[in-house]
Every structure is written in structure tokens, then in C-alpha cells.
């Protein structure tokens, strides 16, 4: 259910205190810097030639360290306190409420701190991408160390006397409590580890080998170009390109996207290709009247992940999307022209018993290799496991909880590229969005009525302005919970995504 903003929500300007205005300029100022990074973020990962690192490390530090100084300001600060008593529509509390959170934690760090992380990213991104290319961790080893010793140090000086990883978690989550991050984690292992055990039993035989053979990589990239077109990407404001890790980045005006090829999994750069135009819808969906500043920006990663999840499980990986995308798949690959629809959906929903990474995973055992990172980024930062320990804990944690040991570092403990930014407190936001995924489709399915009717006619029209009316619109307007209030009537549980999984797998898998 969708909830009206009420006429008092309405922002008049003549109303706001000057100490508002100004506080607005100086936001979309150093809001402006961050996205001169991102775009340099991007270039790195997607354009840059390989030797450009030492250049783009010190560029990036220095855009961080501006940006650090804009925020921590003391005119910042002065103007918050100005705020503090003001009589402010509810649009401009948010704005308020948003920017004091950031100043607060910004104000907290040294600006030498930042830099300092700033440069060790860009360093750690080329030496992951080299050590996973070796296939040795030991060569990612230092910058793991030294990225662990940073944001320990980070956490410390916004809030010593708490838990560091639970003040890195809110870096990415600002709005759910550890605890409650913890505990839906430990729902779905506690859900998910039993039905995975009974998918393994049964004697259901899956369509598995419907997309067995060799796909060309330019051909699967036409096809993800054509995905995009086909759910309503806006090439206008994006573009396609490749990269090792598949990625979004941008804004309201320019969002772009990147996928990954493998040329014996089609469906590898299907899955990956929508999921990153649900992120990229989410960026495009934001008000663009108010870019720069907290109503123009998405909430947080956990409402980021509901919609690449969305997309890519809900629709994706939906029986009703593969009836009409099954023929534009095999015009691209005429050696798949036997296979049925059926057949696609359950390839597309296999329970893989002996998959290593996780951007590969199905959509249960996702959850597990979510687990698995969380509990060993949560040990390192509390200091509970040493660095030269992760990839052993690795690959005893994959064999504990999925039944299978990584021969390799690249298929273990290398595979993602978070700790290489240094983003500790990022993967349980993969799972949180996938619970939230279902608690949003679930709504817009009752508001909207029959979506899969619409997804088989390939018409996503209703779906996207449901999301974009419900979700995009509200930019960080709302904090998480209530946000998924407004769009479902119901508190962000794990009950729509429980019964879900149980019906789709007992359905696939005769349970």
C-alpha cells in the first residue's frame, strides 16, 4: 500500500530559515565532489589502463579529503546548531536529520584518517585484481591488514565504547540495528539450511543442463543489451560496460552499468545484467529536483539491494519472464531453440550443490555465502581473527555450512571485491535486500494485481512506476522501516521472504 504525502509535507521556501538555505548549498557543494569521485571510481574499474593507479589513488585521496573538509566544516556545525529548534516542514527535518548524521561521523575522523583510507582503496583495488588473477592471497594479504587496522581505527574515533563493526555496519545501514540485521541473518540460516538439505535429498531431476555449451561473449553481451532495453533502461542517461565485478554507479542524471561474461554460463550475465538495472533504476528514479542532496539520494544499501534483488529473482527468475524472453534468448543462441520455458526457469533456479562464488549463486545458498563473509569480516574487525587466518576460516566456514572446500584462493576468499574498498559491514545488506525484495513485490503484486500476467506480456511498466512512486521517489525521506511501512502496511520482516522460498522451491523441487 502506497501512502500519500499530506499538504503539510509540502516545502514552501519562504518558510525555511536562511540557516536552511545555506546549509543546502554547502551539501549539494561537497555532494558534487563525491560524484566527481564516483565518475573516477568508475573510470578505474571500467577505462582506466592499467599503469594509471599511482595517479588515480593520490586524485581520489584529494577529492576525499576535500570533501572531508567541506563536511566537517565548522560553518556546518554552526548551521546544524542553528537548525537544531527550527520549525521545519517534514521534508526538511529529514534533510536535517540526514546531514547531521553524516557531519557527525565525518566531524569524528581525522581528515589525515580519510585520506589515508581514500589511497589504500585505490591501491588495494589493483592488488586484489592482481592477486585473484595469481590466484594468492598472500599477495592481498597487507593491504587486507592494513585496511582492517584503518577502520578499526576508523570506528574508534566515532564511538570507542561500542562495538566497531556495528559502527562500520551503519556506514551502509544507518537505519536497522546490528541486532536486527543479526537476527534476520539468523532466520534465514536457521530457515534456510534445512530446506537446502531437503532440495539435496529430493529426487527431482531440474532441467539443469539446458544451457550447457559455449556462449560467445560478444553475443551474451548483445543480449544484456538488449535485456536492458527490454525491462526500460535509460541508455540516455546510462551506458553498458564490462568489468571484473559487476557494479552500478551514478545518479538521477547519469547512471551506468556493468556486467560479466562467462562463456559457458548465459545466465551468469543475465542474472548479473538485471541486477544492476534495478540499481540503476533505483539512481534514475530518484527526484531529480533534488539532487545533491539527501531527498535526491537513495536510502541506503539495504533499499539499494531490495531493487537489483527484486529485479533479478522476482522478475528474472520468474517462470512468467522467461515465457516472453525465452524466444529473444534463442534468437541469439540458436542451439538452445529446443529448450522450453519450463525448462529456463528451472536452469535459472537450480540449488547448486557445489558452487564456490557468490555472485554465481542460486537464490538460497546466496544467503549462506552472505553469512559466511559477514561472520568473517565481523571477527576481523573485532580482532578475532587474524588476516593471515581468512582464507583457512574460509574455506572451513564454506565446508561447515554449504557441504564444499575451494580448492583456490580466487574461488575463496578473493572472489569479492568489498574488502579491497575496504567496505566492512557491506555484505549483510545483500541479504536484508533480498528479504526486503520480497516484502515490496509482495505489495505491489496485491496493489497492482496478476504482475506475472504483465512480466509474461514483457510489460514492466506498472512494476517500475509502483517501485518508482513507493520507493524512488522518497530519496532518503524516510528511514528504512518506515519506508517499507509506507510501501507495504506492514513493519520490514522476513515472513514475505520465507514464504516465498517455500513455495517456489517446494513447487520446483517437491518438497
Known sequence: MATEATADDTDDASDAPDAYDALLDRVQQWNAVGSASGVLGWDQQV????????????????????????????ETGELLDELDDA???????????????????????????????????????????????????????PYLEKHVELKREYAEHIDPDRDPYEVLFEEFEPCLSMERAESILTEL??????????????????????????????????????????????????????????????????????????ETDPLGAVG??????????????LPQDHFGTPLGESRDLSVHESQSRLWENHVGRSQAFWEEFLPVFQDHFPQTEEATVRDAYEAFNQVYEDNFIRVEADELTYHLHIVI?????????????????????????????????????????????H?????????????????????????????????????????????????GENVHRHGSRYETNELVKRATGEDFSADAFLDYVDEKYGELYEL
Open 87 to 141: 520549525d521545519l516542514s517534514e521534508e526538511r527535518a529529514a534533510v536535517v536529520r540526514e546531514v547531521r548524521r553524516e557531519y557527525e561521523r565525518a566531524d569524528a575522523v581525522p581528515v589525515e584518517l580519510v585520506e589515508e583510507i581514500s589511497e589504500t582503496g585505490s591501491e588495494a583495488l589493483q592488488a586484489w585484481e592482481e592477486a585473484k588473477a595469481a590466484d594468492d592471497f598472500d599477495q592481498f594479504a
Open 272 to 285: 548479473s545484467t538485471i541486477h544492476e538495472f534495478g540499481h540503476a533504476q533505483y539512481n534514475l528514479g
Open 189 to 262: 540460516r536457521e530457515a534456510l539450511v534445512p530446506m537446502i538439505e531437503d532440495i539435496r535429498e529430493s529426487d527431482v531431476e531440474l532441467a539443469v543442463d539446458t544451457f550447457e555449451g559455449t556462449f560467445p561473449e560478444e553475443t551474451q553481451e548483445e543480449l544484456s543489451r538488449e535485456i536492458l532495453e527490454h525491462v526500460g533502461y535509460d541508455f540516455d542517461r546510462g551506458r553498458l560496460d564490462v568489468s571484473s565485478h559487476p557494479f552500478t554507479a551514478g545518479n538521477q542524471f547519469d547512471c551506468r552499468v556493468t556486467t560479466r561474461f562467462d
Open 419 to 467: 574488502w579491497s574498498h575496504g567496505n566492512f559491514g557491506y555484505f549483510p545488506t545483500y541479504s536484508l535486500g533480498s528479504v526486503m525484495a520480497a516484502q515490496l513485490f509482495d505489495a505491489a503484486d496485491s496493489e497492482i494485481g496478476d504482475l506475472d500476467s504483465k512480466v509474461a506480456d514483457g510489460d514492466f511498466d506498472d512494476l517500475r512506476e509502483w517501485l
Open 47 to 74: 577505462m582506466m589502463p592499467e599503469g594509471g593507479t599511482p595517479a588515480r589513488s593520490k586524485q581520489l585521496s584529494a577529492l576525499s579529503s576535500v570533501h572531508h573538509d567541506m563536511v566537517t566544516d565548522d
Open 373 to 417: 563473509r559477514f561472520e568473517i569480516e565481523r571477527d576481523l574487525i573485532r580482532g578475532d581473527l587474524g588476516v593471515e587466518d581468512v582464507p583457512e576460516v574460509w574455506n572451513d566456514k564454506y565446508e561447515e555450512y554449504l557441504g564444499i572446500r575451494p580448492d583456490t584462493d580466487s574461488e575463496g576468499c578473493l572472489q569479492d571485491i
